[in-house]
């Protein structure tokens, strides 16, 4: 406020920094008032403490949390990326474990049923044509004979006798107790002779031998084709304990395929 009696346009302009002058006046009471210019300080924010909640509270977890630095996205990016590849390698893991059970039970299972149950072989020769050929493929049914005994007109596969490492397949024509012979190429059997209308002509043979009476536990054994044939006639009868099984199915060549 300009003083009393000055001209405000006459006043000289003050400078900002200039200290303004306290000016005392006399107050109602007689005493001298000073007055000051009001002081204004910055405001300074402080922040409220977390509020504490206890143990087991349901807000106590959030909070944590919340108060947690959210990690840098690199970061989780390269955590995320280290679980996907974690969980692929323990799928892949888990895989190969049950591919491998799966394998081991497979051999198992083919184990039992190649020393058991069934055999896969295959004819080399000529002896048993026309019934079988050379290269011909089969199943052999090894339980038949585990649960019975061997049929006259069977066709089974054995051990050759004079070498077991060695397998034949040939035809049962006489059992324990039988006699047998033959007379210019036909074999009697209990003097009956032999249903072998199936063996052609240029197959047979015409020797003679016998008659040989069959031991027990024994059979007499013989290929299809008499006059190309190393059997019974040759290297004796055979025990029951050398017939591997009985040759059930000819699978190969499909064109042949069939069952006996």
Do not use: C
């Not at 107050?27 to 007055?35: H, V």
């Not at 896969?120 to 089969?138: C, I, K, Y």
Request: hydrophobic share 35%; aromatic share 10%; net charge negative.
């Amino acid at each position: 406020m300009p003083a009393p009696g000055v001209d405000p346009a006459e006043s000289p302009a003050r400078d900002a920094t200039e200290p303004i002058a306290a000016v005392a006046e006399p107050t109602p009471s007689g005493l001298p008032y000073t007055w000051r210019p009001a002081e204004f300080r910055p405001a300074v924010f402080i922040p409220a403490e977390p509020r504490q909640h206890p143990p087991g509270h349901p807000q106590a977890s959030q909070a944590t949390e919340a108060l947690q630095p959210a990690p840098a996205p690199d970061v989780r990016v390269a955590r995320e990326h280290s679980r996907s590849l974690s969980d692929t390698l323990s799928r892949v893991g888990e895989e190969l474990v049950a591919w491998f059970k799966t394998l081991v039970s497979a051999a198992v299972y083919a184990t039992l049923i190649v020393t058991f149950g069934f055999q896969v072989a295959r004819v080399e020769g000529q002896s048993m044509v026309p019934t079988l050929e050379d290269q011909d493929r089969l199943i052999v049914n090894k339980l038949a004979y585990r649960m019975g005994s061997p049929q006259v007109g069977d066709v089974v596969m054995l051990y050759y006798p004079e070498d077991p490492d060695k397998s034949f397949v040939k035809r049962v024509v006489a059992e324990e107790g039988d006699t047998i012979r033959s007379v210019d190429g036909r074999v009697y059997r209990n003097e009956v002779p032999l249903d072998d209308a199936f063996i052609p002509e240029e197959y047979r043979s015409h020797d003679s031998w016998g008659p040989y009476t069959v031991q027990r536990g024994y059979y007499f054994v013989m290929g299809d084709h008499r006059n190309n044939s190393s059997d019974s006639r040759s290297w004796g009868q055979v025990p029951k304990k050398y017939i591997i099984g009985k040759v059930q199915v000819r699978w190969w060549p499909l064109a042949h395929a069939r069952v006996f």
